[in-house]
């Protein structure tokens, strides 16, 4: 099992900056992958970005060169730095780790909100 705990959502204005993190415990040396997804009021919960033990960083479009995630393996905590925010960036902001022992298993974080406002 892998609890995952969020950390840095709020409230920012549109062009400003946050950084998001997820520090993971428990069977974290069975982590496959780890990263965010994101579900926005009213809409599905879509992928905004993944870091694979072997280091790829495959990030959807939309958010491309403004949110950027990164993984400290030594604290097992995984980092979504976002930049240039807009108001389509509102949403709740989830960590997940993929886990691998012979089964692939997913576990999620409680989530964050951000919130991008005037």
């Known amino acids: 099992q892998v609890q995952l705990v969020e950390s840095g959502g709020g409230l920012v204005q549109p062009g400003g900056s946050l950084r998001l993190s997820c520090a993971a415990s428990?069977?974290?040396?069975?982590?496959?992958?780890m990263g965010w997804y994101r579900q926005a009021p009213g809409k599905e919960r879509e992928l905004v970005a993944v870091?694979?033990?072997?280091?790829?960083?495959p990030t959807v479009s939309s958010v491309k060169g403004r949110l950027t995630i990164s993984r400290d393996n030594a604290k097992n905590t995984v980092y979504l730095q976002m930049n240039s925010l807009n108001p389509e960036d509102t949403a709740v902001y989830y960590c997940?780790?993929?886990?691998?022992?012979?089964?692939?298993?997913?576990?999620w974080g409680q989530g964050t909100q951000v919130a991008v406002s005037l």
């Open positions: 997940f780790a993929r886990t691998y022992d012979g089964d692939y298993r997913d576990y």
């Open positions: 428990g069977s974290t040396s069975s982590i496959d992958a």
């Open positions: 870091v694979t033990n072997a280091g790829t960083t």
